[in-house]
C-alpha cells in the first residue's frame, strides 16, 4: 500500500507539471493538485472545468487573471520564508499565470458544485496558528482553512468544498499528532475528506532534509498503510485512515501543504484522534511551544496590487 499512496518525488509528474494528482489518478471522488515550475517569462494557462482552484506561489511571484479578472500576487522566496498571498479560481472558468522571474506554484483544488466570484486573498489576512506544545509544536498558515466553530468573522477562505493549509514543523519535532482521521461522516464529530500531502525540507549546508510519515489503518475496509521516507517533492494521498505521525528529521524543518475535500454537505474539518494516542493534547498546556516558532507571522499590511 505505501507505494499506491507515496509517490515520491517526479512520480506524478506529466509533461506540463513536476506533481499532478487529479480524482482520477488518485482514485477517489473530489481532492486535486498541481504543482507548476514557470521559467523566467513563462506562462502557463488551464480550464478549471468541474473544479475550484486556489493559486499559491510557493517561490517566486506571478500575475493570475480569472476570466476577466487580474491580480497580481507577490508570493515569497520560499515556504521557510513567509506567508504567501494567493488567487481563488471558481469552476467553469479561464485561468492563466504568468511569472517574470519564475517561480514555483501550488493549485490546490477540488470538485465541487457552487461557483463563487474570482478572489484575491491577502498575505496578511492568513491566520498562522501554532498548534502543540514541547516536541509536538507546529506552525499552521490556515489559508483557506474552513472556519472552526465559534470562530468569529475574518477566520477562514471561503470556498465551496476545498479546504487547503500549510504545516511547518521544525527539526526534530513530530506534527500530524495525535495520529488522526477523517474518513467517516458523523455529523458534528467527523468529517470525510480525502487529504493530500506534499513536501518540502529546509536543506542545511547544501544537504537536503527529509522526514517520516506514517499512515495506519482505522477500520474495516479503511486499510491505507503507509511508512515512508519523504523528501523535497514527495507526495502521500491519504485516502482513510489514521495519519500521523509526520516527523521532522534534527537539523531540517520540514513543510507540508495539505489539500483536502469530499462528499459532506457541509465544509468543514472535523477529526478523531487515535483513541491509543489522544491523551497527548492533555499534556500541551503543561508545557511550552518551541521557541522557534513562529518561523514567521502574517504580515500587517499587503503590497498595493
Not at 454537505?265 to 498546556?285: N, V, Y
Request: proline share 9%.
Amino acid at each position: 500500500m505505501t507505494a499506491t499512496h507515496h509517490l515520491p518525488a517526479g512520480r506524478a509528474a506529466t509533461d506540463a507539471y513536476a506533481v499532478e494528482i487529479t480524482p482520477e489518478s488518485a482514485g477517489w471522488g473530489y481532492s486535486g493538485l498541481k504543482v507548476l515550475d514557470l521559467p523566467s517569462g513563462g506562462r502557463h494557462a488551464f480550464d478549471t472545468a468541474d473544479s475550484e482552484w486556489i493559486v499559491l506561489p510557493l517561490s517566486g511571484s506571478c500575475t493570475v487573471t480569472v476570466d476577466d479578472d487580474t491580480f497580481r500576487l507577490h508570493g515569497r522566496e520560499s515556504v521557510f520564508s513567509g506567508v504567501s498571498d494567493f488567487a481563488y479560481a471558481p469552476r467553469d472558468a479561464r485561468v492563466s499565470l504568468t511569472s517574470e522571474a519564475g517561480g514555483r506554484f501550488a493549485l490546490t483544488g477540488a470538485r465541487c458544485e457552487r461557483r463563487l466570484p474570482a478572489r484575491y486573498g491577502p498575505a496578511s489576512a492568513v491566520p498562522v496558528e501554532l498548534r502543540g506544545t514541547g516536541s509536538c509544536s507546529r506552525q499552521v498558515n490556515n489559508f483557506a482553512a474552513a472556519a472552526p466553530a465559534g470562530a468569529g468573522d475574518g477566520y477562514g477562505f471561503d470556498c465551496d468544498r476545498l479546504i487547503a493549509v500549510e504545516v511547518i514543523t521544525p527539526g526534530g519535532n513530530w506534527s500530524s499528532f495525535p495520529p488522526h482521521k477523517h474518513d467517516e461522516h458523523r455529523p458534528g464529530e467527523e468529517s470525510q475528506l480525502e487529504e493530500i500531502y506534499y513536501f518540502e525540507f529546509a536543506a542545511h549546508q547544501g544537504t537536503p532534509g527529509l522526514g517520516y510519515q506514517r499512515v495506519s489503518p482505522s477500520g474495516p475496509g479503511r486499510t491505507t498503510d503507509v511508512l515512508a521516507e519523504v523528501r523535497d517533492g514527495d507526495v502521500v494521498l491519504i485516502p482513510d485512515g489514521w495519519h500521523g505521525p509526520s516527523m521532522a528529521v534534527p537539523g531540517h524543518h520540514m513543510y507540508y501543504l495539505n489539500v483536502m475535500a469530499g462528499p459532506d454537505p457541509e465544509r468543514a474539518w472535523l477529526i478523531c484522534d487515535h483513541p491509543g494516542h489522544a491523551w497527548i493534547r492533555g499534556t500541551w498546556p503543561a508545557q511550552p511551544a518551541d521557541p522557534r516558532l513562529p518561523l514567521y507571522t502574517a504580515p500587517a499590511d499587503e503590497p498595493s496590487q
